[in-house]
């Protein structure tokens, strides 16, 4: 786009704030620009502009070193002049300068860093890169994380120091990479020649973390009365990535009294002097499996030894080498390893170990030292080759990995060992065999282990474009909570308005603890500053109206509900006991009326007492005196008395 064309879009823009300057404005005009970012808390700077207004109605714009900072974002130190022609109202504008649009991004120099950072360290800096402006003149520059993993590296957006969050696992990862940009890239011109980006490699140091361990922490094993009789072997593992802390040393370290010796590079026990007369007797040794790490990490094992006489023990030769001059017998690798699913039935081939021989002679004999698990497996001699073969089904659940030592000799009395590891595999229904074991962890999700996030302004399927940016918001408060997963998407109805209304539910992890958090960890994202910011982050999409924990959410809307319930009860219980006094008032008033009728009734009807005596009162009975004696006493007198009122 041309530059007149760019300044009259902001004269357009602007329109209602430009004014016609006339020889009042002439001069130096001074202006204090206040700048303040939405960050949390937020940062504030103050600069000085001068306005110098000539004749030529061209204005120029000096910026001037900040008077006073207030935090750690100053302006350029270097002042800069701009030139702008306004326009009166007796001739057109014109442009005469070039805008920031026009200038090169920052370039970094050196353009690429390399770093070597040993596993399990965490939270210290481990690089910091530099970018300035090509054209020698100051500006500001923020370093932004271009690349890499947020959750492992952090870079200081006004230094541009690198930090290591997480501790790293050389075991599962060699090397990171990760590229850090400048947010005025996106703004200003970048050319293809300068380096605009700058590449961190971190290369990860092994430490020696691991410590060695045994195939078995006890061994059992039979013995021979004849010097240089294998024994048995013990086998450990190392886990860590490099030598020498990989690298494993045997020995003896306890019991036998010398009796045996321990081939330190693979665990191989032989009988070092005559048992003669020890037939029967049980020995016991301690031996132990060293790594080479600093520090150095051991472990140890107990081996029960039985001596007992056994003609059929194999001794050793030198390792295979000419017992007779010239004559050899070996295998020709000293491992081999395989791989065999649990549902192949038996006799399975499982491998071929060749066999190498001076000896034009078919006669050689195969045979499994140790290791042979309930007799799992078999070698039988062909060809001159020793072929193992599987004799039961194997089970992973109860042994995953075989190791197995076997032996050939020839009828001259040369001999020679390899190992042989056999992994056993899973056979899913569907899918190929699985060999190997991945952790796993199980955890249940509750209310408080959920964000609950309500919006407005889009639908559930119009926010998934934004996930991300709703991630990276969200991260910025929530810690070392930095893996976010979506649990849910709910549309709400809309408001009185119209507005669309959704709730996102989110589910927040430590990937470093590799656990969920809950409320108490994500308690500054709840905060209203960090509130305020995310909704000033994503503002240009949707608007965000609160950030809770759902077991908040839940609380508050179970109290509503007790609340509601309660208030109905209430008003019910109101209703009852008006419903319950209109009744009773009603029942009153019926019986008044009524006794006040039926009174009304009785008034009115006729009878022959007078109606205040009704019924007369009776007092008694009156004797008259007695008569003379000679008077008939049968004919009695008697008097009744009746009083009326």
Known sequence: MKMTERMERLKLEYSHLMIEFTAEHLGEHRIMVFARDGGSPPKESLASIILNINTSSNIEIVTEVPTQTFSFFTFPPESTTQSYSIPTSSQESSYETSTEAERLAPVFSPPSIAVAIEENKADLQIATVSAAYPDGNGGPVTYILMEGDPTTFKVDSYTGAVRLIRPLDAESEKSLSLIVSTAESSSLLINPVLAHNASVTVVIGDANDWIPAFEHSQY?????????SIIGQTTAFDEDRDAPNNAIVYSIVGGGDGLFSMNGQNGLITLARPLNGMAGQKISLRVEARDGGEPSQSTTAAVLITVEENDKMITIIDDGKEAEKGAFIRFKHKNFSSSVSESLRPPHLVAVLQVESSIQ???????ILTGNFKGAFSVTPNGGNCELRTQMELDREEIERHILNISVSSSTGLSDWSIVHILACDTPS??????????????????????RMATSGMKPAQLAPHHVDIIRSLRSHSGRCSLFLLDRMVELPPSIDGTTKSNLTWIA???????????????????PTSLVVTQGKLRPWFSVESISSEADVQKRESSLS????????????LVSVFIALGALIATCSVCYFWTRYKRSQNHNLPHPYPAHA??????????LPNPSMNMNMDNKMYETQTTLE
Not at 220 to 228: E, I, K, L
Not at 512 to 522: F, Y
Not at 562 to 573: C, F, T, Y
């Open 220 to 228: 059992s094993f039979s013995s021979d009365t004849q010097p240089g």
């Open 361 to 367: 002679s078919p006669f050689i004999t195969c045979s």
């Open 430 to 451: 569907i899918g190929s065999p699985l060999c190997s074991r991945a952790p796993a962890t199980i955890v249940v999700v509750k209310d408080e282990n959920r964000i």
């Open 509 to 527: 992890l430590d990937p470093i603890a590799r656990t969920l958090c809950g409320k108490e960890e994500l308690k500054p994202l709840f905060e």
């Open 562 to 573: 007790s609340l509601e319930w309660k208030a109905s009860s209430a008003i019910l219980i």
């Open 614 to 623: 009704y019924p007369p009162t009776k007092l008694g009975t009156i004797f």
